[in-house]
């Protein structure tokens, strides 16, 4: 075969490929390679001729010149496992794929971004796999929470001794709650026809519901409330936070679902109706029943049910009274067409859904009629004052705590009648209308204050107060502490103890047993001269720490009896209000003795003042009216001392928490002998003395009078068998937030030269008994039975000594008496009391009330401190605005 049709030699190294890329140099420009050496063997190579084979490295390095990538770099390595010079001229295998391809490869334009139906089926079986993994893990973790303090907050019920109730008031939310029996049944259908008809069988929520609050909120819409009573029940008593909120909705939504499966419809539905909101702040249907019905929640009828199933959709818009402080548009005319729909509609539903026969719907064509709105000012008026009164009672006297009693909840039963406590404001609002003139005579009418208190004398119930003319406006209570001195009424003190503990023997020294004292009787002899000087009990003249004599002025410098020993008995001395009697009998029998007899016969000690002094026995002490009529009570229960009270039972969820009767404690303070007398010389006062004005039509009465240094205060205390009433008067400036404030004189107050107990204080007393006692059968005072001797308290006595009276100038009349107060220089100036506060202050004197008044703050003062005892502070005796230690 010749040479030119002879098969050229395949390259060893290079493959197809390599001869490919010989080819196509060979067709190019042609240049000698450096370093030719013009042989056979380099001319075919650079002619296209085949070329003797060099190796792989000859044939990459030729490769790299062929396609311009030459200059000395280095090729990767080739894969393991392909064939030497194998596929080198195939394109590049297509990358790794995307575990989601999204934008989609191989997709142009918008086509990138539109996925495909494998993607979309896998979003969505992965959203609603993890919805379900988070409910799950959401109901397992969620507990059933208790239901909140504030959902079960509730007020406090204040009853009349009648048992009406008073007052719903006292406590954070106006709510009692009550058992699922004491809900109607009406009440119950009422607000399932009206509200969720499957409550009965539903699973506790609505997904619909909860869908629709979930579209409201992502347009930016308030959410809807939820749609199930047991989802109301969640966020009302379970729930703190109210918020409008994507978050607080599915809080909800779990735990009404863990609700409605654990707890029983029957709690759900009570829980509900017992926290749901009724307009006009009433929480809870017992308290919506009082409110708009006046009634207990177990004896609505349908026809009310439906009305109050109405207003859980919106008070504010279906209570017929209208609220246009909260929307314009909540008229009373509007709304009252709103709610009259709303509850016919209600029954209808009623009727659908079988829960009431047409024959009982149509009982009831006509609207039911619905209270009108109490006023904000609930505890105007004298109630703010019972229900302090009570309080103060409640948290001295019970284990109560404040804390319990603010949370609500209790049923408290008091002992005040409301008539007679309607009786007695009438009696002090006539008087003050007829003379209280503050625009007429503003120097003398201006903070004119009144107090009174009515004690029932068996068994201490104080039936009535009046605490002043509103307990909006006017924040101390007058009938309890208020610093207004008593004056003569603490007369009858003294008298009682001189008959208790008797006069003691001068020659015997302090310290004397019993059987070594004389007891005194009404008829003993004691002087009753103005400006008397005052003995100890053993002669010796009475004086100071600077050695000046004590002269006890009577009032307006009036002597009793005949010159010049001016000698009368312990009655006539009762009837004229002596002072210098009383206050050297005092002497005689032991200031100690007569504030024994004060506590025994019911006031509190630490509202005796000045029990080292001689004025004393007249009366610079300052016990709250509630304690004045319960000391005279005593009195006229023959010597049994009763504790006042205000409170008999306190209730909490229908058990009995306090029952008065368990800790009533009668003791005898007195004997028959002493009280009965007592009573006897007192019925002098008013049936011939300064109380004439006090008489009552067909009843007997014991009562005394009692006016104070200065003409700062008044009183009248009396009392028949059935009721003791004490009524104060006095002048203070009512501004509370002086600390300093300061009692004021009456001269020419109400248009009289001077304020007396027989005036004002007896008038009004009298007016109000005449009421109260209405229809109690009139009854007599027991006859008392002879008692002590007749001791003759002039150190030289004659054998038939004077009782006349020829410089009286009290009449026996019904007309007011003259003053019984005169201002006597103290012993020492040192010892006046010009500052109520300072603890080293002393009320001394020789006046009816033997010093200077100390003044109250907000309603308390600071008492004189006494020689033997240490200071201390008049708080609130009687349950009043401060808490006091009984009521």
């Not at 699973?203 to 749609?227: E, F, H």
């Not at 002043?468 to 101390?476: I, L, N, Q, R, S």
């Not at 006042?644 to 969820?653: A, L, Q």
Request: one cysteine or more.
């Amino acid at each position: 075969m010749s040479e030119h049709r002879r098969k050229p030699p395949q390259p060893q190294g290079g493959g197809r490929a390599a001869a490919r890329r010989g080819q196509s140099a060979s067709s190019g420009r042609r240049a000698a390679p450096r370093g030719a050496t013009g042989s056979l063997s380099d001319t075919y190579g650079a002619g296209g001729e085949e070329t003797p084979y060099e190796g792989r490295a000859a044939a990459r390095r030729a490769a790299q010149r062929s396609t311009g990538t030459g200059g000395g770099r280095r090729r990767a390595a080739e894969p393991a496992g392909r064939g030497p010079g194998r596929g080198r001229g195939r394109a590049a295998p297509p990358g790794k794929q995307r575990f989601i391809d999204y934008p989609r490869a191989g997709k142009y334009g918008a086509m990138r971004w539109v996925p495909s139906w494998r993607q979309v089926t896998g979003l969505f079986i992965g959203f609603f796999g993890c919805l379900v993994a988070a409910a799950g893990i959401g109901y397992a973790v969620v507990a059933v929470p208790n239901p909140a303090e504030a959902a079960t907050a509730q007020n406090n019920v204040y009853y009349w001794s009648d048992g009406s109730q008073m007052v719903a008031t006292g406590g954070e939310v106006n709510r009692q709650i009550i058992a699922y029996e004491k809900i109607p049944k009406e009440m119950r259908y009422a607000v399932m026809s009206a509200e969720n008809k499957t409550f009965e069988t539903d699973s506790g929520v609505d997904p619909m519901g909860i869908a629709r609050a979930v579209v409201n909120m992502a347009k930016g819409g308030q959410t809807q409330g939820g749609s199930t009573i047991t989802q109301q029940y969640v966020k009302n008593a379970m729930l703190d936070d109210q918020s409008q909120t994507l978050s607080r909705k599915v809080k909800e939504l779990f735990i009404s679902v863990k609700v409605g499966a654990s707890v029983e419809k029957e709690e759900i539905m009570r829980g509900y109706l017992n926290t749901a909101y009724f307009g006009r702040g009433a929480y809870g249907l017992q308290a919506a029943a009082r409110t708009y019905f006046g009634k207990d929640a177990e004896k609505l009828n349908a026809s009310e049910c439906a009305f109050l199933a109405a207003l859980l959709k919106g008070a504010t818009y279906y209570d017929p009274a209208g609220n246009t402080a909260y929307d314009p548009a909540a008229t009373a005319q509007a709304n009252t067409k709103r709610a009259t729909e709303r509850w016919r509609w209600i029954l209808e539903e009623m009727v659908k859904d079988k829960h009431l026969t047409a024959a009982e719907r149509d009982k009831y064509p006509e609207f039911p009629k619905i209270q009108k709105p109490r006023s904000n000012a609930q505890l105007g008026g004298q109630i703010g004052y019972l229900v302090d009164t009570a309080k103060g009672y409640i948290l001295n006297n019970t284990k109560i705590t404040q804390q319990q009693l603010e949370r609500g909840g209790f049923e408290i039963h008091t002992t005040f009648d409301k008539t007679k406590v309607q009786e007695l404001e009438k009696a002090v609002n006539k008087v003050r209308k007829e003379n209280i003139k503050p625009k007429q005579r503003p120097k003398t009418d201006t903070h004119v204050q009144f107090g009174g208190a009515s004690v029932n004398p068996k068994s201490g119930a104080i039936e009535a107060i009046y605490g002043g003319e509103d307990a909006t406006k006017h924040f101390t209570n007058n009938a309890d502490v208020t610093g207004a001195q008593v004056g003569s009424t603490f007369k009858p003190f003294v008298l009682a103890a001189a008959m208790t503990w008797g006069k003691r023997d001068p020659d015997l020294g302090e310290s004397q047993a019993q059987d070594e004292v004389t007891i005194v009787s009404p008829k003993s002899l004691y002087s009753g001269k103005n400006n008397l000087k005052i003995r100890d009990y053993n002669g010796d003249i009475w004086t100071n720490e600077k050695g000046e004599e004590w002269l006890q002025a009577n009032d307006d410098d009036a002597s009793y009896g005949s010159p010049p020993k001016y000698q009368i008995d312990l009655r006539e001395a009762m009837r004229v209000s002596a002072n210098s009697a009383f206050v050297q009998l005092g002497m005689d029998v032991g200031l100690d003795r007569v504030k024994e007899a004060a506590i025994e016969a019911g006031l509190k000690k630490d509202s005796l003042a000045g029990t080292g002094y001689p004025s004393f026995s007249i009366g610079i002490s300052d016990p709250s009216a509630i304690r004045m009529a319960g000391s005279y009570a005593t009195f006229a229960a023959s010597g049994k001392q009763n504790d006042p009270f205000s409170v008999t039972k306190v209730e909490h969820e229908g058990l009995t928490t306090f029952d008065h009767e368990e800790i009533a404690d009668t003791k005898q303070a007195f004997t028959p002998e002493v009280a009965d007398n007592v009573t006897d010389v007192l019925k002098t006062v008013v049936e011939e003395g300064t109380g004439t004005s006090a008489q009552l039509t067909g009843r007997q009465v014991a009562g005394k009078t009692g006016t104070t240094d200065g003409n700062k205060s008044a009183w009248f205390v009396g009392y028949t068998p059935q009721l003791s009433t004490a009524i104060s008067m006095y002048r203070m400036d009512d501004d509370e937030s002086n600390k300093n404030r300061t009692f004021l004189e009456m001269y020419g107050t109400g248009g009289k030269e001077t304020i007396h107990g027989a005036s004002f204080p007896a008038e009004i007393w009298h007016d109000y008994m005449e009421d109260a006692l209405k229809g109690q059968p009139a009854k007599d005072f027991p006859e008392p039975e002879p008692i002590g001797e007749i001791v003759n308290d002039d150190p030289d006595p004659t054998p038939t000594p004077t009782v006349t009276e020829p410089e009286e100038e009290e009449s026996a009349s019904p007309s007011p008496s003259p003053s019984e107060s005169e201002v006597l220089p103290s012993p020492s100036p040192s010892e006046s009391c010009n500052n109520p506060f300072n603890p080293k202050c002393e009320v001394t004197g020789g006046t009816e009330t033997g010093g200077t008044d100390t003044a109250g703050t907000d309603g308390g003062v600071t008492a004189t401190p006494t020689e033997s005892e240490e200071e201390s502070t008049n708080g609130n005796q009687n349950g009043g605005l401060f808490g006091g230690n009984t009521g």
